[in-house]
């Protein structure tokens, strides 16, 4: 990806932010009490920024359900931070999915990120529970029938890696915006050109919601190749040379990693995109460090 090729003058960025920019933070649920002591430090640590809001997300299969909860409960709680929780329709039935989504309304959350997800242990293809939600429209609708939830959903800009083509996507899209869907995030993506083509397309098919572009911390380059393998994200062949022998230099790779996010965000702030979902990793300090960078400043809180 030749646009995205990091120099001395393109990361010069005094020009580069006048108009506003919206971010938003994404978290996992943590799994022991060590890893919940780290994302509270990270919450901390970033809710002075603002973002228009964190989203916590959902194990395959459901399989940490209820620490999503327990966590989207508690950034209500004790937070300005305004939570959306993921929530699939993969393995579960429709009563069971209902439940939850009055259990979120009861407890101050007004925002879902509603997803397809995966089967439990990334078994297998996708298979709709025989009593659940048949599909991501279907699942809107019904959140939407329950309470008036803002709803996010997901797009790739590179194709979802079950999908027959691009144009499934894109037809999916609409059909989530027809149910009721206001926002739709992208997968992280290094290909600006394709993010940007797939926005205008689905400007096209009159899909008139923000499309966020989903921006990646490459500080593990090895972990994010294996995300993308599972995403169908491609990797440039600049950002293979850019970590390249790098495994063991821990701080060279946080210099990368916050340079790469800024100047993606440049660019694609260049083509016309003004909110950007940050996938934070449960850790901080590079999405801090960029959105400094890009000119939001800490609110007093």
Not at 16 to 34: D, G, L, Y
Not at 272 to 301: E, K, M, S
């Amino acid at each position: 990806m030749s646009e995205q090729k990091i120099t001395a003058s393109n990361l010069d960025t005094t020009d580069a932010f006048t108009a506003p920019v919206q971010v938003s933070f994404e978290f996992s649920p943590p799994k022991t009490e060590e890893a919940e002591a780290a994302l509270w430090a990270a919450i901390r640590r970033l809710e002075p920024l603002a973002p228009a809001f964190i989203s916590v997300t959902y194990g395959a299969g459901g399989s940490t359900r209820e620490r999503t909860h327990a966590t989207v409960k508690r950034i209500v709680e004790e937070t300005t931070l305004q939570p959306a929780a993921h929530l699939t329709c993969v393995a579960a039935s429709r009563g069971e999915i209902d439940d939850i989504v009055r259990a979120y309304w009861d407890a101050g959350i007004r925002h879902i990120v509603a997803l397809r997800g995966d089967m439990p242990g990334m078994s297998g293809p996708y298979t709709p529970h025989p009593q659940g939600y048949q599909s991501i429209p279907e699942l809107i609708a019904g959140i939407k029938r329950i309470a008036p939830f803002e709803i996010s959903v997901s797009f790739y800009p590179e194709r979802h890696p079950d999908s027959p083509s691009h144009q499934h996507d894109i037809d999916l899209l609409k059909q989530k915006m027809d149910a009721g869907a206001t926002r739709a995030l992208g997968q992280f993506c290094f290909d600006n050109s394709v993010t940007a083509r797939f926005r205008d397309e689905a400007a096209k098919a009159c899909i008139d919601i923000p499309i966020v572009p989903g921006i990646m911390p490459v500080t593990n380059f090895n972990g994010v190749v294996r995300m993308a393998a599972k995403t169908g994200t491609a990797i440039p062949e600049w950002l293979r040379k850019a970590y390249a022998g790098l495994d063991e230099d821990v701080e060279t790779r946080r210099i990368l990693a916050a340079s790469i996010m800024t100047e993606q965000v440049r660019r694609l702030r260049a083509r016309g995109f003004d909110q950007f979902h940050f996938y934070t990793l449960n850790q901080a300090n590079l999405t801090y460090a960029a959105c400094r960078i890009l000119g939001i400043l800490p609110q007093v809180i």
